[in-house]
């Protein structure tokens, strides 16, 4: 698979990661049930499929996930390139509550190790910068963490452009993780050319919004969904009105791909993928098979037709 370099790092990240959001199992914003040895056995397939790096988070099942993947990781020789998040605590419900004060961030720090049952944070990001008038405190916090020698890099998720800026006069921001999607293009009016400009590394979560650009979902697969996905929920983009455009727009991506020989999943990676900005894109998978469909959108490099196709759809159903 491609790789690219992570800003200024020297780290040299497949264009395709692995996010682990939904292997934490239950929590506030979990996606349902999910069986741990499914979970083990998708994150050595992906490493077998070329992905060298996988992004988790204290919070995604409140500790669960990060503990998965350090049960797989003793089954590797090859270790891949870890990012864990921190920032988010969680009470005895199971949701989330912010907190960037120093002392958390410590704390956070030493358990992530322990649950992943590594030495070092390859990429350490704040995961929310709330609340903002805290985030420069955090960060130094962090900072302090790569002078002990428990992290290599830092990066921000979430994070604005002069939210950036004030954390650069602390420490170096290595990358961003922001959420980028042909459904969300935020990113595009200021921040991808910032990163761009000052050579940040850009690492995209959500680039197959949530499941909706893989083709799988209609009115009747949502019925089949866990009562407590947090998609049904609190996510507009799986309400109407708005679910039923955006399968009005997948329906449109299906015709481009048939000539392609290729899946929507894969086209919505790799559209994230076209902007040379963006160091990687973060694909969630449950099972094996799922990062089997995905990781090829590493390797397609599509034209400029495409790209007029696919913005003529969006700008019909926006």
Not at 121 to 130: F, G, K, N, S
Not at 169 to 183: C, D, E, N, R
Not at 228 to 255: G, T, W, Y
Request: aromatic residues 8%; proline residues 5%.
């Amino acid at each position: 698979m491609r790789k690219r370099k992570l800003g200024e790092s020297g780290l040299e990240l497949a264009v395709v990661g692995l996010g682990t959001w939904a292997i934490g199992g239950p929590w506030q914003y979990g996606w349902g049930p999910q069986e741990d040895k499914d979970s083990i056995e998708t994150i050595l397939h992906a490493v077998e499929l070329g992905i060298n790096w996988i992004d988790t988070a204290p919070i995604y099942g409140c500790g669960h996930s990060e503990e998965v993947i350090g049960q797989a990781l003793k089954q590797l020789r090859q270790k891949p390139i870890v990012a864990t998040k921190c920032g988010l605590l969680w009470n005895k419900k199971r949701e989330k509550i912010n907190n960037l004060t120093r002392d958390s961030i410590f704390r956070e720090c030493n358990e992530s190790l322990d649950r992943l049952g590594i030495d070092r944070i390859d990429l350490y990001q704040m995961h929310w910068p709330i609340p903002d008038e805290q985030i420069e405190q955090a960060w130094d916090a962090m900072a302090r963490c790569v002078e002990a020698g428990k992290v290599r890099f830092l990066g921000a998720c979430n994070v604005s452009v002069e939210q950036i800026q004030r954390l650069q006069k602390v420490w170096p921001v290595t990358a961003v993780q922001p959420p980028y999607s042909m459904l969300d293009r935020a990113v595009e009016n200021q921040l991808l050319d910032y990163c761009g400009q000052n050579h940040i590394g850009v690492v995209c979560y959500s680039p197959m919004q949530k499941g909706l650009l893989t083709g799988k979902f209609t009115v009747e697969y949502l019925k089949t969904m866990s009562p407590d996905d947090h998609r049904l929920l609190c996510d507009k983009d799986f309400q109407s009105p708005r679910f039923e455009k955006n399968i009005a727009i997948v329906n449109e991506l299906k015709k481009i791909v048939a000539e392609h020989g290729k899946t929507v999943a894969q086209l919505a990676v790799a559209w994230v993928l076209r902007r040379p900005e963006v160091t990687a894109a973060i694909v969630g998978a449950r099972k094996p098979k799922q990062i089997e469909q995905t990781a090829p959108a590493g390797d397609w490099v599509f034209d400029e037709k495409i790209v007029k196709q696919i913005d003529a759809i969006i700008r019909q159903y926006k």
